[in-house]
Structures are given as C-alpha cells and as structure tokens.
C-alpha cells in the first residue's frame, strides 16, 4: 500500500524493487487513488482534507497516482485499471521491468 508512503519512499522502493527483479519480471502494485466517477471523487475529496486535518485520521492513507512514481525507462506498464468500492477507489498497476 504504497498510499502510506512519503514520495521519497516510494521512490527509493520502486528502484530497489527494480534491482531485484529480473529483465521482463512483473510488479503489481496497488494504492488508493483518486476518485472515478462522482460518488468516488466526492469521498476522495473529504478523505484528502481529513488527511490533511490528521492523517491519523484516516490511518495515514492518502490518494496517489501510481503511474506518477513509476519511472518509464524502468518499468513497461503492462495492466492498470481503478476499482471501487463503497466510494473508495483503488488503482491496480501491473508493469515488467526493463
């Protein structure tokens, strides 16, 4: 859950998960995300002010893109798609390594 993470963490882990992970290799992440649709975006809109007020709030979980913190020339995207549930949407990314 890579949505409890701070920027430069999430960073440093991709890439050490990317030396580990041999040519052609898979990584599948997942992360709460932004919201998909009006339902989705409405909840996403008060659990970013909530995680800003605190975000022990709501456990330190904050929406990301994953695709913003996958480096292109080290990953190739392989599957990505959104799914909510119950207002919270999640994204689902699966990439090979390079």
Same mark, same amino acid.
């Given at each position: 859950?890579?949505?409890?993470?701070?920027?430069?963490?999430?960073?440093? #882990?991709?890439?050490?998960?990317?030396?580990?992970? @041999?040519?052609?290799?898979? #990584?599948? #992440?997942?992360?709460?995300?932004?919201?998909?649709?009006?339902?989705?975006?409405?909840?996403?809109?008060?659990?970013?002010?909530?995680?800003? #007020?605190?975000?022990?709030?709501?456990?330190?979980?904050?929406?990301?893109?994953?695709?913003?913190?996958?480096?292109?020339?080290?990953?190739?995207?392989?599957?990505?798609?959104? @799914?909510?549930?119950?207002? @919270?949407?999640?994204?689902?990314? @699966?990439?090979?390594?390079?």
């Amino acid at each position: 859950m890579l949505d409890l993470l701070a920027p430069d963490f999430i960073e440093q #882990l991709l890439s050490e998960a990317h030396r580990l992970v @041999v040519p052609g290799g898979k #990584l599948c #992440l997942v992360s709460l995300t932004f919201g998909a649709s009006s339902l989705s975006s409405a909840v996403c809109w008060g659990w970013q002010r909530l995680w800003r #007020l605190s975000p022990a709030i709501v456990g330190g979980c904050h929406p990301i893109e994953l695709s913003d913190y996958l480096p292109s020339g080290a990953w190739k995207p392989n599957h990505q798609t959104k @799914v909510t549930s119950w207002g @919270v949407t999640s994204e689902v990314l @699966v990439a090979s390594a390079r």
